[in-house]
């Protein structure tokens, strides 16, 4: 049984600093793609960033590039998001997801595994 669990998410000021990061157990496969997602309230939830491990690729969504960092470390089964230059907007509940194969690593179709995510606020 594959669980994802997040942690890391609290609130900060605007310019300020979080890393998430998300503990996965249960998952056999050498290959995968893990991603970072968020949903704010009353909006869809939307791709932040992600990486295939096969090949080191990363993916990050064009409001967070040059902010925000995906890293994984495969010795402790975790996959890192670190968030820099936080602004009000990056308020949102924040996921990561797992699969073998993915069809679009920035969209929310076709991800099997999810955590129950962990919340960031960003305000003055």
């Known amino acids: 049984q594959v669980q994802l669990v997040e942690s890391g998410g609290d609130s900060v000021q605007p310019g300020g600093s979080l890393r998430l990061s998300c503990v996965v157990s249960?998952?056999?496969?050498?290959?995968?793609?893990m991603g970072w997602f968020r949903q704010a309230p009353g909006k869809e939830r939307e791709g932040v960033a992600a990486l295939y491990s096969g090949t080191g690729t990363t993916y990050y969504a064009g409001s967070v590039k040059g902010r925000f960092t995906i890293s994984r470390d495969n010795a402790k089964n975790s996959l890192y998001l670190q968030m820099n230059s936080l602004k009000p907007e990056d308020t949102a509940m924040y996921y990561c997801a797992l699969d073998r194969s993915v069809p679009s690593p920035l969209r929310t179709f076709g991800w099997k595994y999810w955590g129950q995510g962990t919340q960031v606020t960003v305000s003055s």
């Open positions: 249960g998952y056999t496969y050498n290959t995968y793609f």
